[in-house]
């Protein structure tokens, strides 16, 4: 299996220290679980009609410490469901990571990324050469790779189906 | 100590930071919660796991949404108490809050490898625990014995001086956030030590670790002390030896904070990484006051705001909620009188409940403001959007309360 490949237009730039990702899609809608509805409310503090500008593939880029706070997932639920396909920050809040890992989001740690990306540009995340490259400037910066069970739970689509093919192989062996 | 307790739960001779280890959790807990243990029990049943392995190793907290206000939140206690007695998994509630609670029944072992979804049970690390919150991987033990996880680099802040009257363990953590900043831990775990971490309270330990997070750090640990070990007398629910730091042990990082000059703080909105001096914001105009939370409302948080509150009076008008954190220290607050003080004083006074630190109850309207002892100040977290919430400690939301500004609490401690 292997990483998603990632190549799209920065949708959004969270060029803030710290951002609490809930603000996405405001606070006071967390507990909606209907994805159309959290996709419609997305960024509607900042710029109401983003939804209708995200294409498929589409990545974020965050500054550092991105998603700090208690983040909880129905923001980047919303993102994937407009079709964003990964973030690229500066670097990421620890529980913000492990969650959207989880998820099977791919979430890439690119310091001065802030300085290389702005809205509209494409970027492409080549993971094998462990760096994110922005064709426009032909400039590129190293990535920090993932630890392999992060790779892993994200090469698998997130943590069940990476802990399903995880269990049915250790079945296989046994069997 | 981060090293060498991973090192035995991967049962490794040794384990280095960066190490990618297999860790076989000595306890898994959670609290039931809607996305989280409901999802978890499914999940694992479709993974064709029909019975956690070793179930005396989990143990489940009912806390969020006690008492039930809706039948959906009474259906789901039910679904984790049925859960619960079906895999031979402890189901705990109406005791407090998880993280309180899980120290007071021992699952603080020092030396032990403890996870939770919550970050916020790093407050066991006050016992020498490592405590990690790893969020929806946690269902990973409840499919499998072990997490992977990566040994982190350990960070070590030792604290200097001494605390001025007045300032509390809530102040103190969040003046580490000031001058470390909110991500100047991210992905390592942090021991905390120096002559102010010896003389502080179990209390107050535990108040500093369990905001962790805010620090960015994966956890945080103090080494067990004799404080610790009188603590834990006949709660230890693991035969360990505890584990201390070898006197060379290697850091990524030692920082040295001297709080001797520090005053109490505020946390302003909107993101838990704004501490301001209190002194800046004095005479604010707040509505409402809450004290309670895993990060704050134990004995020494109750027993400052009554010193505050003492024949006393709130504002008329103003809302001040206390919510003892756990059953056990509401019991001890009634005997030692603190209870009587405060309800004298005009507080409205909880049984334990997680309840009112993510606005599910006592929910502000737009254009209120609290001080709030919490774990957390984003708009929305306590009700309205548009209201607001200022971090403090015990004593300020007391005497804030009286004032129905924020205040200063010192010229009414020691006073009455």
Redesign the interface.
């Known amino acids: 299996m292997a990483l998603p490949h990632l190549r799209g237009r920065v949708a959004w730039v969270f060029d803030e220290d710290d951002f609490d990702i809930d603000l996405i899609i405001g606070v006071r809608n967390i507990k909606i679980t209907d994805l159309d509805e959290l996709a419609r409310l997305a960024m509607g503090d900042r710029e109401p009609g983003f939804a209708a500008t995200v294409q498929r593939g589409d990545l974020l880029v965050g500054g550092r410490n991105f998603g700090y706070g208690h983040p909880h997932y129905p923001a980047m639920r919303a993102m994937r469901h407009l079709g964003i396909a990964g973030v690229v920050a500066e670097s990421f809040s620890p529980g913000f990571f492990r969650g959207e890992i989880s998820m099977g989001f791919p979430l890439v740690t690119c310091p001065g990324i802030l300085g290389l990306a702005a809205r509209g540009d494409v970027l492409e995340v080549e993971w094998a050469a462990a760096e994110v490259r922005h064709p426009a400037s032909s400039r590129a910066l190293p990535l920090q790779p993932l630890a392999d069970s992060e790779r892993q739970t994200l090469e698998a689509g997130g943590l069940l189906p990476y802990l399903k093919a995880r269990r049915s192989r250790a079945q296989g062996v046994h069997s | 100590m981060t090293e060498k307790i991973l090192a035995r739960a991967s049962g490794r001779p040794h384990v280095r930071p960066g190490d990618?280890v297999e860790a076989r959790p000595d306890f898994v807990i959670s609290y039931d919660f809607p996305?989280y243990t409901d999802v978890f029990f499914r999940?694992a049943r479709?993974?064709?796991v029909e019975r956690v392995q070793d179930p005396k190793r989990f143990v489940l907290f009912i806390d969020h949404m006690v008492p039930a206000a809706t039948p959906k939140e009474e259906e789901l206690h039910r679904g984790t108490r049925a859960w619960g007695a079906d895999q031979g998994v402890p189901v705990h509630e109406r005791k407090g809050i998880g993280h309180q609670v899980s120290a007071e029944l021992g699952y603080a072992t020092p030396g032990a490898f403890v996870v939770h979804f919550d970050?916020h049970v790093s407050q066991l690390g006050a016992f020498g625990t490592y405590a990690f919150?790893?969020?929806?991987?946690v269902?990973?033990a409840y499919?499998?014995e072990t997490m992977?996880?990566?040994v982190p680099p350990t960070v070590k802040i030792v604290l200097t001086g001494t605390l001025r009257p007045g300032v509390m363990a809530r102040d103190v953590f969040h003046h580490l956030v000031r001058v470390m900043g909110?991500?100047s831990c991210?992905?390592k775990a942090v021991e905390l030590a120096g002559p102010v971490i010896d003389a502080m309270s179990i209390e107050g330990r535990q108040t500093i670790c369990g905001q962790a997070?805010?620090l960015?750090?994966?956890t945080m640990l103090i080494a067990p002390d004799a404080r610790t070990l009188e603590w834990l007398q006949g709660r230890a629910q693991l035969d360990l030896a505890p584990v201390h730091p070898d006197a060379d042990a290697v850091y990524e990082r030692v920082v040295t904070v001297d709080v001797s000059a520090l005053e109490p703080i505020v946390v302003v909105p909107?993101?838990?990484?704004n501490t301001r001096d209190l002194s800046e914001h004095v005479g604010l105009e707040v509505h409402a006051g809450y004290l309670g939370s895993c990060a704050s409302g134990r004995l020494e948080d109750l027993r400052a705001a009554a010193e505050v509150l003492r024949g006393r009076q709130i504002k008329p008008g103003f809302q001040l909620h206390v919510v003892p954190t756990s059953q056990a220290i509401m019991a001890q607050a009634a005997r030692e009188g603190l209870i009587a003080t405060l309800v004298e004083a005009g507080a409205f006074i909880s049984s334990p409940t997680c309840d009112y630190c993510y606005g599910r109850i006592a929910t502000m309207a737009d254009g209120q403001r609290a001080v709030s002892t919490g774990?957390?100040n984003?708009?929305?977290?306590m009700g309205?959007?548009d209201s607001e919430i200022y971090l403090c400690n015990a004593a300020v939301v007391a005497a804030s309360a009286i004032e129905g500004r924020i205040a200063d609490p010192r010229p009414y401690l020691g006073a009455a």
Do not use: D, H, Q
Request: neutral net charge.
């Open positions: 990618e996305g999940e479709e993974l064709g970050g919150g790893a969020r929806k991987g269902l990973e499919v499998s992977a996880i990566r909110p991500a991210a992905f997070m805010f960015g750090a994966n909107p993101s838990p990484a774990t957390l984003t708009p929305g977290r309205s959007v």
